[in-house]
C-alpha cells in the first residue's frame, strides 16, 4: 500500500509513544494521515482487510493495554489547522488540532469562550467527544457542529452533526458510541473582547492548573468522574489514599484524582490501582467511582 512506503501507515508501533500516560503495547497498524482523502483511504483499505478501528487523538484520556490493539489504531493528530473570524466569532478546526493552540489563537482574535480549554493537553476531536471541560466551562456550551466520518461502512463521505444530536452531558457525548469519527468542528465563539484580557485569563487557568495538578509526571488527568455533588479527588483524599501505589503507578500527592507513571508503569499497574481506589471508595462510602479515562484493548469488561 502506498500509505505504507510514504510512512503513514506503520506496522507493530508501541502506542505507549501516544498516550500521555506513556503505557500500551503494540498497535498492529498506527497510522497518521495529515488529509482527510489518506483517512478515506485508509478506512477503506480496513473495511476490505476486515480490520476492527480504533480512532486516538493525544491519547491523554486513554488507558490503553500492555497487550495493545489489534487492527487499525488511526491517530489523527497530524489533521492540524483551523480558521478563526474574530468578527463573526466562527471558528474551525481539524479535529487533530491541539484544543490549547485553538484557545490560544481565539483569545488573541479577542474572542471569548475557550479560555477554559488552554492547559487540556487534548485534540480538538478528543475534547469533542468527551466533551472536555474545566473552570465551570466545557466543549458542549460554544460548539456548533461536528464533521464526521462514518466507522461502520455505510458512507465514506464526510456529514455534518449539529450539538443538538450529539446528546452532551458532563464528560459525555454520543460520539462516544464509537460509530463516527470526527475530522473537523465548528464552535461559535463571543467577539468583541479584550485579547490581552483573554490572554490574561489564559495564563490564569494555566498557571492554577500546574500549580494544583501534577504537570511533571505522565497521567490521563483526572482519573474518576466527580460523583456529583462530590469531588472524587476529595473522597480519594478523605480515605489516606494520596501516595498509594500498584508498581509504578502511584495516587498523587498532589491532586488525588490523578495518578502519576513514576517512571515504567505498566496500564496493569494504572488499572490495578484505578480498581483498589474503586473498591476502598465503595467499602468507606458506600459510593461507586466511575471512570472518566476510556481504556482501550481489555477483553475484560471495562468498569464504565
Ligand atoms: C494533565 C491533564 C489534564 C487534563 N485536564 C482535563 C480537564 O481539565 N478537563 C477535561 O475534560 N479533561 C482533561 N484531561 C483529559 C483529556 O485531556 C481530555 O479528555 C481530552 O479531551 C482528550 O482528548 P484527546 O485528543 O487526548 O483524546 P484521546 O484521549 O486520544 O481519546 C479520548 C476518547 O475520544 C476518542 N476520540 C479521540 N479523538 C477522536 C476523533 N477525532 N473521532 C472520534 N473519536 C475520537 C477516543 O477513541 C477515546 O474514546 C486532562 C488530561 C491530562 C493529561
Redesign the pocket.
Known amino acids: 500500500m502506498q500509505l505504507e512506503q510514504s510512512g503513514v501507515l506503520r506496522r507493530q508501533v508501541a502506542l505507549a509513544d501516544y498516550t500521555?500516560w506513556r503505557v500500551g503495547g503494540p498497535a498492529e497498524w498506527l497510522a497518521e494521515p495529515a488529509d482527510i482523502h489518506q483517512l478515506q483511504e485508509l478506512l477503506q483499505w480496513a473495511q476490505i482487510e476486515s480490520l476492527p478501528i480504533?480512532?486516538?487523538?493525544?491519547?491523554?484520556?486513554?488507558l490503553i493495554s500492555d497487550r495493545g490493539l489489534p487492527g487499525l489504531t488511526l491517530c489523527?493528530r497530524k489533521l492540524q489547522g483551523s480558521q478563526v473570524c474574530g468578527d463573526s466569532g466562527e471558528v474551525s478546526a481539524w479535529?487533530g488540532e491541539p484544543i490549547p493552540t485553538l484557545a490560544r489563537r481565539a483569545a488573541k482574535a479577542g474572542l471569548h469562550g475557550l479560555e477554559w480549554a488552554v492547559?487540556?493537553?487534548?485534540?480538538v476531536?478528543?475534547?469533542a467527544?468527551?466533551n472536555?471541560?474545566?473552570q465551570g466551562g466545557c466543549t458542549a456550551e460554544r460548539l456548533v457542529s461536528v464533521d464526521v466520518l462514518d466507522l461502520q461502512g455505510t458512507s465514506s463521505e464526510p456529514i455534518t452533526l449539529t450539538s443538538e444530536v450529539l446528546d452532551f452531558s458532563y464528560?459525555h457525548s454520543r460520539?462516544?458510541s464509537?460509530e463516527?469519527?470526527?475530522i473537523a468542528a465548528q464552535f461559535l465563539l463571543e467577539p468583541g473582547h479584550d485579547p490581552a484580557e483573554l490572554s490574561r485569563r489564559t495564563s490564569d487557568n494555566l498557571s492554577h492548573r500546574t500549580t494544583t495538578?501534577p504537570?511533571q509526571w505522565p497521567?490521563?488527568?483526572?482519573v474518576f468522574r466527580n460523583p456529583e455533588p462530590l469531588k472524587a479527588g476529595q473522597l480519594i483524599e478523605s480515605l489516606g489514599l494520596k501516595g498509594r501505589r500498584v508498581g509504578a503507578a502511584e495516587v498523587s500527592n498532589i491532586h488525588a484524582n490523578f495518578i502519576v507513571n513514576l517512571g515504567g508503569a505498566t496500564a496493569a499497574d494504572i488499572g490495578n490501582l484505578i480498581e483498589l481506589v474503586q473498591t476502598e471508595v465503595e467499602r468507606d462510602r458506600g459510593i461507586r467511582l466511575h471512570t472518566e479515562v476510556?481504556r482501550l484493548g481489555f477483553s475484560e469488561t471495562p468498569s464504565p
Open positions: 500521555t480504533r480512532v486516538i487523538g493525544a491519547g491523554s484520556n486513554l489523527l479535529a492547559g487540556i493537553p487534548g485534540t476531536g478528543g475534547a467527544v468527551m472536555a471541560g474545566a464528560r460520539l462516544q464509537a463516527h469519527l470526527v495538578q504537570y497521567s490521563c488527568g483526572s476510556k
